[in-house]
């Protein structure tokens, strides 16, 4: 009990936190915060940026929440900024019911609500572009929340986080928000070097471990779950994997391999029957909350359970090799009380299959009453689509599924379908959905448990394990904060999926960030215009990339430092008093170093003369074999094979023995002492045979006595078999030695030891520094390259000093094959093309062709295909200037999709769009927005003005039905 004086002191603290900024903030929450928030909270209030680093759902965005409420009470603007547009939509909305939406605005690719609102939402790019034009909604710009700012490890879009954290003013704050990686601090130390000037108090790193929601991780064999960790007695944090799971899987592969048995299904398990491994201390499902729906029931009943575990496992449809049907996995997660859940199936036809399936079944995860409701929401949802389209995008079997609690989400649906599956979830109205990784990134989507069909998917270029980022980053979606006293992480057994294995995914703390900047054409004429080549190549010193390229130096560095110090003791003990013994022991290390190198010549030379001698081999020739010793004579018997990687004529030595011949057998050319009819027909398998025609070689050639011949020794190291021109080098440093004033010193051995030292260690002193060298000023190096080549093509100035008009018109194309984009508006490549033919060309540059897609690479025109092989002549041309000057060459422009974009740009209807197009909705939609969002670079980039009429038409025709009723995705 505190004393009175205690409690006041405590009530005047809270009156004096109620009064700034962060306590009437974190007062209007109605929900207390974790220290790491409040400390965050406390920093950006302070005036310093901040980098949190926190799990999912740790509740990372409450700290940019109060920038943007600090903002709008100190009347500046600020910017909230994400890596995609579903994410930015979410915020905007989530923003729009605190602030109101006249002081909330957005801005993505194609979508403009608001945008001078004292705070706007944006993709990260939105913000780069502005910086590059220097917009002036830029003006009163006082903070910067980078949402998911991990996003720059990204192979593909990672630079343009960089690009964003360089170039703001120092007066911003930035609120960096990123998902827990193990190089927080290093990449603290940067914000602090690129943003602070490096000063310590000019960014807080704040990292939090802590998930609000503990996280359980668990296998289902079968339809049973049991713990993936043992937990029972084994202390918080245990890593060792459950035996009962091990013993549990054993029996899974014996019963797949001889047919299934009751127990496949979940059977006895022990004398709890309980799922989860034996769990007797109250802390797991079984707890009250923990495994009932909205966490108020306890679980079912024993006698329901054991009744449960008993069905044959054929009666409930088990798929083969002892993995659970999708339906039986959600059927025992419902009855677990383990909804709502997301399985991650890293496929969009499995998670079209997935619902198919249950549909087919007749699940049903809620209420008929709740399934109505859901229905009119959606319907009131899509009424700005087409009907007629509404068939072609599986509407129906989408809306049913919804109406029965569960749906897919994956990037090849519609944008449409995906946020209102997206908003219905986050309300509780689906209990599981069945979605490719995409979901897991920064979408606010949280489930009570989380399962992963898999453990490998594809990463856009081959099937690849899951790393243990990725796997924390998905089953992090487990656990609702505020509403799950806990969330599971389950992984699907089948066979080849080692337990051992999970749990190294699932234990593994050490997630590095690594950067992926590297600069383009588009950055470099951007930052050439505003801030001049010299001080742009200053701004790429100051990347992550060049920071973390610095800091890998750092050791070899260290070493360089110390060996300097090593070479001057090892100059002072090979000091001697007759004369220079730096410049003897110089002499002495190249007359070795030569010697050596002639030595290895000769035997090169020698072992070539052996390979020719042995190849010209023909049977009946017989060989001196290793000097003359008794049986080391032989009769080819077989000579080499023409198509053999290496000469290998087979004898028959005059002992009788068969030997295969082999260049490492001779110490020098093989000589031809004679000759000796082969039978024809000669059986080398046969003792008699053999016996024969050995005795006919003792008796017919005359075996050579020990030292005669080529082969009976000639000196290896002597060199006089084969003269070099470096001999000549060789007399004259000898003559030189001899000459020298140390060669005659009493102590020239002594000395010469340490000279040898010396040497060894400045040969290795170089080749570090060469290292060194190779990692320093890297991505400078690259910026400096394509300024050159920029200034061959003309958009730079010759100097590659100052910005050409053509080089303003690069700025303003944003894509990754920029130049193949602003070379076809130069040479008017684009000229004489209609909207829709404008359409269908430009789709070659922003498609890419998934590794599964078959599509229609039909010509909608002869026009089309014309421009399409000009493009395709700029790219080679582009692509052998950029490998002459050392740069990575861009991928090819791919028509794949132009066919398909030219008929939806000339009107046709979405069914016959992709009626044997083999593209989604979902996809032609994300492609048709890109299309539109290039075509308005074009027409704003200074092009002529028939192009930028025709870019204007044919981005209109492309907005409209499906595509115009997704802006805001």
Same mark, same amino acid.
């Given at each position: 009990m505190s004393s009175p004086a205690?409690?006041?002191?405590?009530?005047?603290?809270?009156?004096?936190?109620?009064?700034?900024?962060?306590?009437?903030?974190?007062?209007?929450?109605?929900?207390?915060?974790?220290?790491?928030?409040l400390e965050a909270i406390q920093a950006v209030q302070d005036g310093a940026g901040v980098l949190v680093a926190a799990p999912t759902g740790a509740g990372k965005t409450v700290v940019g929440e109060f920038a943007v409420a600090l903002a709008l009470e100190t009347g500046r603007k600020a910017f909230y900024t994400t890596p995609?547009?579903?994410?930015?939509?979410?915020?905007?909305?989530?923003?729009?019911?605190?602030?109101?939406?006249?002081?909330?605005?957005?801005?993505?690719?194609?979508?403009?609500?608001?945008?001078?609102?004292?705070?706007?939402?944006?993709?990260?790019?939105?913000?780069?572009?502005?910086?590059?034009?220097?917009?002036?909604?830029?003006?009163?710009?006082?903070?910067?929340?980078?949402?998911?700012?991990?996003?720059?490890?990204?192979?593909?879009?990672?630079?343009?986080?960089?690009?964003?954290?360089i170039h703001l003013p120092p007066s911003v704050q930035v609120v960096s928000l990123s998902a827990t990686v193990s190089n927080a601090e290093e990449f603290g130390d940067w914000l602090r070097a690129v943003r602070g000037g490096g000063n310590p108090e000019s960014l807080r790193v704040i990292v939090s471990e802590h998930r609000p929601v503990p996280l359980w991780q668990h296998m289902?064999?079968?339809?049973?779950?049991?713990?993936?960790?043992?937990?029972?007695?084994?202390?918080?944090?245990?890593?060792?994997?459950?035996?009962?799971?091990?013993?549990?899987?054993?029996?899974?592969?014996?019963?797949?391999?001889?047919?299934?048995?009751?127990?496949?299904?979940?059977?006895?398990?022990?004398?709890?029957?309980?799922?989860?491994?034996?769990?007797?201390?109250?802390?797991?499902?079984?707890?009250?909350?923990?495994?009932?729906?909205?966490g108020g029931e306890r679980g079912r009943s024993d006698s329901r359970r054991r009744y449960d575990d008993a069905v044959p496992v054929l009666e409930r449809g088990a798929l083969p090799g002892g993995v659970a049907s999708r339906a039986q996995v959600i059927d025992r997660l419902d009855r677990e009380g383990l909804l709502p859940a997301i399985t991650f199936i890293f496929s969009r036809a499995g998670c079209d299959a997935a619902v198919a399936q249950l549909l087919g079944r007749g699940t049903r995860l809620v209420p008929e009453e709740d399934g109505r409701r859901v229905r009119d929401l959606v319907q009131q949802r899509v009424a700005e689509v087409d009907p007629a389209d509404l068939g072609v995008l599986g509407y129906h079997d989408?809306?049913?599924?919804?109406?029965?609690?569960?749906?897919?989400?994956?990037?090849?649906?519609?944008?449409?379908?995906?946020?209102?599956?997206?908003?219905?979830?986050?309300?509780?109205?689906?209990?599981?959905?069945?979605?490719?990784?995409?979901?897991?990134?920064?979408?606010?989507?949280?489930?009570?448990t989380v399962v992963l069909e898999k453990l490998v998917k594809f990463n856009g270029e081959t099937h690849a394990p899951v790393t243990p980022a990725e796997y924390t980053q998905l089953t992090g979606r487990a656990g609702r904060r505020g509403i799950d006293i806990e969330g599971h992480g389950v992984v699907l057994w089948r066979r080849g999926v080692d337990p051992v294995d999970v749990a190294g995914l699932a234990s593994t703390r050490t997630y590095p960030l690594r950067s992926s900047f590297r600069p383009s054409s588009n950055m470099a004429v951007n930052l050439v215009a505003q801030y001049g080549r010299d001080r742009a190549h200053e701004l790429l010193q100051s990347s992550f990339a060049q920071f973390q390229a610095d800091r890998s130096v750092v050791?070899?560095?260290?070493?360089?430092?110390?060996?300097?110090?090593?070479?001057?003791?090892?100059?002072?003990?090979?000091?001697?008093?007759?004369?220079?013994?730096?410049?003897?022991?110089?002499?002495?290390?190249?007359?070795?170093?030569?010697e050596k190198k002639l030595?290895?010549?000769?035997?090169?030379?020698?072992?070539?003369?052996?390979?020719?001698?042995?190849?010209?081999?023909?049977?009946?020739?017989?060989?001196?074999?290793?000097?003359?010793?008794?049986?080391?004579?032989?009769?080819?018997?077989?000579?080499?094979?023409?198509?053999?990687?290496?000469?290998?004529?087979?004898?028959?030595?005059?002992?009788?023995?068969? !030997? &295969? #011949?082999?260049?490492?057998?001779?110490?020098?050319?093989?000589? =031809?002492?004679?000759? /000796? $009819?082969?039978? +024809?027909?000669?059986?080398?398998?046969?003792?008699?045979?053999?016996?024969?025609?050995?005795?006919?070689?003792?008796?017919?050639?005359?075996?050579?006595?020990?030292?005669?011949?080529?082969?009976?020794?000639?000196?290896?190291?002597?060199?006089?078999?084969?003269?070099?021109?470096?001999?000549?080098?060789?007399?004259?440093?000898?003559?030189?030695?001899?000459?020298?004033?140390?060669?005659?010193?009493?102590e020239r051995e002594d000395h010469a030891r340490w000279a040898a030292r010396w040497w060894q260690l400045r040969r290795e002193t170089d080749d570090l520094q060469r290292r060194v060298s190779e990692r320093t000023h890297t991505v400078a190096r690259t910026f400096e390259r394509i300024c050159d080549l920029l200034a061959g093509l003309g958009y730079l100035?010759?100097?590659?000093?100052?910005?050409?008009?053509?080089? !303003? &018109? #690069?700025?303003?194309?944003?894509?990754?094959?920029?130049?193949? =984009?602003?070379?076809? /508006? $130069?040479?008017? +490549?684009?000229?004489?093309?209609?909207?829709?033919?404008?359409?269908?060309?430009?789709?070659?540059?922003?498609?890419?062709?998934?590794?599964?897609?078959?599509?229609?690479?039909?010509?909608?025109?002869?026009?089309?295909?014309?421009?399409?092989?000009?493009?395709?002549?700029?790219?080679?041309?582009?692509l052998s200037l950029k490998s002459e000057h050392r740069l990575e060459g861009d991928r090819e422009p791919d028509p794949g999709i132009a066919w398909m974009v030219h008929r939806w740009a000339s009107g046709r209807g979405l069914d016959e769009v992709l009626r044997d197009g083999g593209m989604s909705a979902g996809d032609f939609v994300r492609r048709c927005k890109q299309v539109v969002d290039l075509l308005g670079q074009v027409a704003s980039s200074g092009a002529e003005p028939e192009v930028a009429r025709a870019a204007r038409r044919a981005s209109d025709a492309m907005l409209r039905g499906v595509v115009a009723a997704d802006r805001l995705d």
């Open positions: 205690e409690q006041y002191a405590r009530a005047r603290e809270r009156a004096a936190r109620a009064a700034t900024p962060a306590g009437r903030f974190t007062q209007s929450l109605g929900f207390e915060l974790d220290p790491f928030q995609i547009k579903a994410l930015s939509n979410q915020k905007y909305h989530d923003l729009v019911e605190r602030h109101g939406s006249a002081n909330v605005g957005l801005l993505t690719g194609d979508s403009s609500v608001n945008g001078e609102a004292p705070v706007v939402v944006m993709t990260t790019e939105v913000l780069r572009n502005m910086m590059y034009s220097s917009s002036p909604t830029l003006t009163g710009l006082g903070f910067v929340v980078m949402d998911e700012v991990h996003y720059l490890a990204d192979r593909w879009r990672g630079a343009v986080w960089e690009e964003v954290i289902m064999v079968g339809t049973q779950m049991l713990d993936l960790f043992v937990t029972e007695g084994a202390g918080p944090g245990s890593t060792r994997v459950n035996p009962e799971l091990l013993q549990r899987i054993s029996q899974a592969e014996r019963s797949a391999s001889s047919g299934w048995s009751r127990e496949d299904a979940g059977g006895p398990r022990g004398r709890r029957g309980e799922p989860r491994g034996g769990r007797r201390d109250g802390r797991g499902r079984g707890r009250d909350g923990g495994r009932g729906r909205g989408f809306v049913e599924g919804l109406a029965r609690g569960y749906a897919a989400h994956h990037a090849g649906m519609l944008p449409l379908f995906r946020e209102i599956v997206e908003e219905l979830f986050t309300h509780g109205r689906l209990r599981a959905v069945f979605a490719t990784e995409t979901l897991a990134l920064g979408i606010n989507m949280p489930a009570r050791g070899l560095t260290t070493r360089v430092r110390e060996n300097e110090t090593a070479l001057e003791g090892y100059a002072e003990a090979m000091r001697c008093d007759r004369g220079d013994f730096r410049e003897y022991g110089r002499m002495r290390h190249e007359l070795g170093e030569l030595a290895r010549q000769r035997q090169h030379e020698r072992r070539s003369d052996i390979a020719r001698s042995l190849e010209e081999l023909a049977p009946g020739q017989v060989i001196q074999l290793d000097g003359g010793r008794k049986g080391t004579m032989g009769v080819v018997i077989r000579g080499t094979k023409r198509a053999s990687a290496a000469p290998e004529p087979t004898v028959l030595t005059s002992n009788g023995s068969v !030997q &295969r #011949l082999t260049v490492a057998g001779f110490k020098d050319v093989p000589e =031809v002492i004679g000759t /000796l $009819r082969v039978p +024809t027909g000669f059986n080398s398998r046969s003792p008699r045979a053999r016996k024969d025609l050995a005795s006919a070689l003792r008796d017919t050639v005359r075996e050579p006595r020990p030292g005669r011949g080529r082969g009976g020794g000639a000196d290896e190291e002597s060199g006089t078999a084969y003269p070099h021109r470096g001999e000549a080098r060789v007399d004259e440093l000898r003559a030189q030695l001899r000459t020298h004033p140390c060669h005659g010193c009493p100035t010759p100097d590659g000093q100052q910005v050409t008009q053509e080089g !303003q &018109r #690069l700025r303003r194309i944003y894509t990754e094959l920029d130049l193949v =984009v602003a070379e076809s /508006l $130069r040479r008017g +490549t684009w000229r004489r093309l209609t909207p829709a033919d404008l359409a269908a060309v430009v789709s070659s540059l922003i498609h890419e062709a998934r590794g599964d897609e078959v599509l229609d690479a039909r010509m909608p025109t002869v026009e089309v295909e014309e421009a399409l092989g000009e493009m395709g002549a700029i790219w080679r041309e582009v």
